[in-house]
């Protein structure tokens, strides 16, 4: 575990600030005042008191990986668009979407004993559902993902909010993993302006690998891998950026669809 340093407890309280009143912050200023987290651990301890700053519960984990180590990011708000009209996203401030393969988690998932690790089997008995969702992106860092990747993953990632989407079938994470040619185009679309046409593909291949890395070798100061909990490992589309369209809708062929409405 580790120590919560005061400068970590300094950026975690920063970072929060910013956070709630929709502001940026430079790494220039930041490392002036020696608040840059300097490893993974440092980054994910500072991301964790900004957490708990912000008061929100946590609703899921956004999972990559950095320099070969598997780390992640708290999901604050998620939203479900079990809706027949496209579901309204509250939160302001989103300048990207991308689309994702995500999955419910049906048990909480535990650090593994010592010694021991998870299969791949086990995690997926751990998967209550697979969707396709919605991750919207945001920045508390002026220079954004471009930042040291300690800091930006304080930063949560970038990460906005996330829509879960509809379900979709469990044999779809292998078929992108494979590169299937039979799988249809994902169309995603910001005010009727296509965004992104293209076959689907995942930047680890398969979906699933980052979370069974992740529940090997957990890093977080949260709680960890919670029942009901959404996990995201990666976009289908890579991230697009917006320049104020507020109605997104994502088609992906026959499989499913997945309509968001952004306030102004």
Known sequence: MTTMTEANIRLGAILAEAENKQSSLSVAKLESSGLVPDTLETGMAAQAIATAAIGK?????????????VVAAPLLDVYDTD??????????????VEI???FVLANDIPPPAPGQEYSREDIVSHVASVHLGAELASYRLIEENKAPFPLFLADRL??????????????????????DATLPVLVLEGDETVLFAAQPKHP???????????????LDHLGGLRRGQVVTTGSICGLL???????IRAAWGDIAELA?????
């Not at 079938?169 to 078929?175: F, G, M, W, Y």
């Not at 950026?241 to 109605?247: E, F, I, V, W």
């Open 100 to 102: 994702e393969l995500c």
């Open 158 to 179: 970038g990460n906005h909010s996330f829509v879960l989407g509809p379900k979709i079938e469990r044999d779809l994470i292998a078929r992108v993993a494979n590169e």
């Open 83 to 96: 809706t027949p009209t496209a579901l309204e996203v509250p939160k302001p401030g989103c300048v990207g």
């Open 241 to 247: 950026r917006l320049s104020g369209q507020r109605s």
């Open 204 to 218: 680890q291949g398969d979906a699933l690998a980052p979370l069974l890395a992740y529940a090997n070798r957990p």
């Open 57 to 69: 519960a946590v609703g899921g984990w956004k999972i990559t990986s950095n320099s070969g180590r």
């Open 260 to 264: 968001i409405s952004l306030p102004a």
